[in-house]
């Protein structure tokens, strides 16, 4: 098992729709929960940033992050066609492999928000 | 806030040539910046975590004589492809730890190696 799985989709939606984007884990030590979102030949950009569970929101953004389950989510209202874009999941914790705050993406979702 | 900067953008080279990197974080110092690359349609691949003032930590399978790091300062921290071949070709892109366990990334740099 993948330590993160991640849909790789596509993912269509029209625009002003609810976007639901979702990752599981397997390695309990995830304290850190971030999702990034990377458009096309661009780096990733960090969107939100959650320490263990609860939910967070930012605008349209909306983060939730239920350790008991292994699963985080990332909710979009309102979507637009801007938002079309590769979503990346990435969790850490503090001394994940000896290392200095190394993160572990999922494979990325493909979204598109067709207008 | 939180800026971090590549350059060049994108490069062309021939087979054999070295090709350096730069990444920068325009706006805070980052003792620990990291290297990635990411193949089309695949996610980012973690090639070593480039320490400020010591050596960098190579994952397993990444040629640490091929990929040279160097993390001169808290701002700067360079990737050189040495004797690059058309299997380097890839997106290579760099991050900076800001706090805890964020990162921020640079906006990549595409590498075409002839």
């Known amino acids: 098992q993948k330590e993160v799985e991640q849909d790789p989709g596509p993912l269509s939606v029209p625009e002003g729709a609810i976007v639901s984007l979702n990752c599981t884990y397997s390695?309990?030590?995830?304290?850190?929960f971030m999702w990034y979102r990377q458009y096309s030949r661009k780096g990733p950009e960090l969107l939100m940033y959650?320490?263990?569970?609860g939910n967070k929101e930012d605008g349209r953004f909306t983060a939730q992050v239920d350790k008991s389950s292994k699963y985080i989510s990332l909710f979009i209202r309102d979507s637009q066609p801007s938002d079309s874009a590769t979503y990346l999941c990435?969790?850490?914790?503090?001394?994940?492999?000896?290392?200095?705050?190394?993160?572990?993406f999922g494979k990325g979702t493909k979204l598109s928000v067709k207008p | 806030g939180a800026v971090v900067s590549q350059h060049p953008s994108w490069v062309i080279c021939k087979s054999g040539t070295s090709v350096k990197i730069e990444c920068r974080s325009l706006?805070?110092?980052?003792?620990?910046m990291f290297w990635y690359r990411q193949f089309p349609k695949q996610s980012l691949m973690l090639m070593a975590t480039?320490?400020?003032?010591?050596?960098?930590?190579?994952e397993q399978g990444v040629e640490k004589d091929k990929f040279l790091i160097n993390h001169a300062s808290l701002t700067l921290s360079t990737l050189t492809v040495t004797s690059a071949h058309p299997e380097d070709s890839s997106f290579y892109i760099c991050?900076?730890?800001?706090?805890?366990?964020?990162?921020?990334f640079g906006p990549g740099t595409r590498l075409l190696v002839l």
């Open positions: 991050s900076a730890k800001l706090a805890a366990e964020t990162q921020y």
């Open positions: 390695n309990s030590a995830f304290q850190y």
């Open positions: 959650t320490y263990s569970s």
């Open positions: 990435a969790m850490s914790s503090p001394n994940y492999g000896g290392s200095q705050g190394n993160l572990i």
């Open positions: 706006d805070f110092q980052a003792t620990t």
């Open positions: 480039s320490n400020e003032g010591s050596k960098a930590t190579y």
